[in-house]
């Protein structure tokens, strides 16, 4: 099966700095990877993803996630931090190669925290 | 445009009551999942379904049951109530496998 790994628990950012979230995948084939992120008391709500063609993929909230095949990596980025990126975010792939129908794998989420 | 709707939002339960998690969505997806959320754990598929009257188990199945009688409607059913069960549970719906999912709000659920 595949699966996805977040390696941090919690990332702490100043606010305006350019901030990482890092997530590392194994898969086999071509690689479908999701981000999603999640405010207190809601549903996750859906950031990008990546299917194929170029590595770095442009979401929403001015977020982007950069694919690096060599690593098998797919961190998401952001150039300057706000306060309100504060949330939970994870990283997300389909359980087995090809299909996506029987829903998602996720990692353990990662908190990020924006310090003003 | 309510999208995906769960209810209730809050719910205690006695071990071994039974009650069904209600989940509609207004979109016309085919494809719907239930997962559950613990704390420092991600989310864990429970039950999907690719369209009306086709569910299929996800990771985690155990104590649970679905059923899928129309395209809006996906309700989660537990039988006989564990401690273990004590979770957030989330709906989502999406176009098809590979597509983004839109999650509702979640049902929080206690099993005292």
């Known amino acids: 099966a595949q699966s996805v790994a977040q390696p941090e628990d919690q990332v702490n950012v100043a606010e305006g700095n350019p901030l990482t979230v890092k997530c590392t995948y194994s898969v086999s084939g071509n690689p479908y990877l999701f981000w999603y992120v999640q405010y207190p008391n809601r549903g996750l709500q859906f950031l990008l993803k990546?299917?194929?063609?170029?590595?770095l993929v442009k979401g929403s909230y001015g977020f982007e996630a950069e694919f690096n095949k060599s690593q098998t990596s797919f961190h998401l980025k952001k150039p300057s931090a706000l306060v309100s990126d504060s949330a939970l975010y994870f990283c997300a792939v389909p359980p087995y190669s090809g299909g996506g129908a029987d829903g998602l794998t996720f990692g353990k989420g990662t908190h990020l925290i924006i310090q003003p | 445009n309510a999208g995906v709707t769960q209810t209730p939002k809050f719910r205690i339960l006695k071990i071994g009551q039974s009650m069904t998690l209600q989940c509609a969505q207004d979109?016309?997806?085919?494809?719907m999942y239930w997962y559950r959320q613990d704390p420092g754990m991600g989310l864990k598929l429970i039950y999907y379904s690719v369209g009306a009257g086709i569910t299929d188990k996800g990771e985690v199945p155990n104590g649970y049951n679905v059923s899928r009688s129309t395209t809006e409607d996906f309700p989660l059913r537990l039988e006989l109530a564990a401690p273990s069960q004590t979770s957030v549970y989330f709906c989502?719906?999406?176009?098809?496998?590979?597509?983004?999912?839109?999650f509702g709000d979640g049902t929080r659920l206690s099993i005292l």
């Open positions: 989502a719906s999406s176009t098809g496998g590979n597509q983004p999912q839109h």
């Open positions: 990546y299917i194929t063609g170029d590595n």
């Open positions: 979109m016309n997806h085919n494809y």
